[in-house]
T-cell receptor, first 109, second 116 residues
Framework: LAKTTQPISMDSYEGQEVNITCSHN???????ITWYQQFPSQGPRFIIQ???TKVTNEVASLFIPADRKSSTLSLPRVSLSDTAVYYC??????????FGQGTTLQVKP | DTGVSQDPRHKITKRGQNVTFRCDPI?????LYWYRQTLGQGPEFLTY????????KSRLLSDRFSAERPKGSFSTLEIQRTEQGDSAMYLC??????????????FGQGTRLTVV
């Protein structure tokens, strides 16, 4: 499974757009890119998944360049409640999910 | 609530005791996953099932750990002869495979184990 690298932590302020980039240089042809969010003492929650180009849902956008060696999760106009750990996962949809250490996002007022 | 349910939410046990956790997945989901998470780390894969078949078990998992999903519905995770290093949050997740569109795993709230 492709290894991912993402920043350990990020700070932002309410109302700002936050972009979290994940590197996955060894991504395989059949791998998807998936992001999860986790609050303290809760299980991770699915945010978004994509294979290439751009995916948008009601929560976030996911930008994937043509070489797919990286991806960027974009959270528009964050609020204090977006303070959480964000995980980038890369793998096929046929098996297990492998989590890295994630990015701890701290949103300040 | 039709989400993934885990029981108990908290468990304190003495070193050397056996513990068993239960996970009830979303009813129509055929895949079920177990993860372990310690403070400051991402969830660590333990094992997963498709229906009643255990498809993969982490090589990091010692023989003291065993998981079952006898009827392809709920699952149990047992830890024998617990050690202090087993203290962690144990997370269960379920998903439907194959799926149209995105493959999304739904996680339970977890069982927090403390071994004293």
């Amino acid at each position: 499974l492709a290894k991912t690298t993402q920043p350990i932590s990020m700070d932002s302020y309410e109302g700002q757009e936050v972009n979290i980039t994940c590197s996955h240089n060894n991504i395989a042809t059949n791998d998807y890119i998936t992001w999860y969010q986790q609050f303290p003492s809760q299980g991770p929650r699915f945010i978004i998944q994509g294979y290439k180009t751009k995916v948008t849902n009601e929560v976030a956008s996911l930008f994937i360049p043509a070489d797919r060696k990286s991806s960027t999760l974009s959270l528009p106009r964050v609020s204090l409640s977006d303070t959480a750990v964000y995980y980038c996962l890369v793998g096929s949809n046929t098996g297990k999910l492998i989590f890295g250490q994630g990015t701890t996002l701290q949103v300040k007022p | 609530d039709t989400g993934v349910s885990q029981d108990p939410r908290h468990k304190i046990t003495k070193r050397g005791q056996n513990v068993t956790f239960r996970c009830d997945p979303i009813s129509e989901h055929n895949r079920l996953y177990w993860y372990r998470q310690t403070l400051g780390q991402g969830p660590e894969f333990l094992t997963y099932f498709q229906n009643e078949a255990q498809l993969e078990k982490s090589r990091l998992l010692s023989d003291r750990f065993s998981a079952e999903r006898p009827k392809g519905s709920f699952s149990t995770l047992e830890i024998q002869r617990t050690e202090q290093g087993d203290s962690a949050m144990y997370l269960c997740a379920s998903s439907s495979w194959p799926s149209r569109g995105v493959t999304e795993a739904f996680f339970g709230q977890g069982t927090r184990l403390t071994v004293v």
